[in-house]
């Protein structure tokens, strides 16, 4: 225990940490609930499989696994919960799921180019 730190303060921490993984797990268990409504209202079965829509919400809720303080994780979840509420409400159409949700195999084994036109890296270079 660092000087200074009492075991309330390091107790109160491990609970609020504690707090927030459940309200993400939480999160995580709302939006898995609505997901099979999800596939049948924009009509994505052609598309994708359920646990692939799964798979990438994990990763997306993993992606944010670094995220320790208390306050930043609960905006990430509001934030999650106000999309979540947007496609529930048919606010986006389904090219945005699509874009957005969907794992195209084609497009992760495409080199994206790292270089410029000639054109581009002279003007960038003044």
């Known amino acids: 225990m660092p000087l200074g730190a009492s075991s309330s303060s390091v107790a109160t921490t491990v609970a609020s940490t504690v707090a927030s993984t459940n309200k993400t797990l939480q999160f995580y268990r709302e939006v898995a609930r609505c997901l099979p409504s999800i596939v049948t209202q924009y009509k994505l079965q052609e598309l994708t499989s359920l646990s ?3 798979r990438v919400l994990s990763d997306r809720i993993r992606a944010n696994a670094g995220v320790k303080e208390a306050g930043a994780r609960d905006v990430l979840i509001y934030k999650g919960r106000e999309e979540l509420e947007m496609i529930l409400m048919n606010h986006k159409q389904r090219h945005h799921l ?9 497009e992760d084994t495409m080199e994206k180019p790292m270089r410029g036109s000639p054109f581009l890296e002279k003007y960038l270079r003044g």
Do not use: I, Q
């Open 98 to 106: 699509v874009r957005d949700y969907v794992r195209n195999p084609a």
């Open 52 to 54: 692939e829509l799964r």
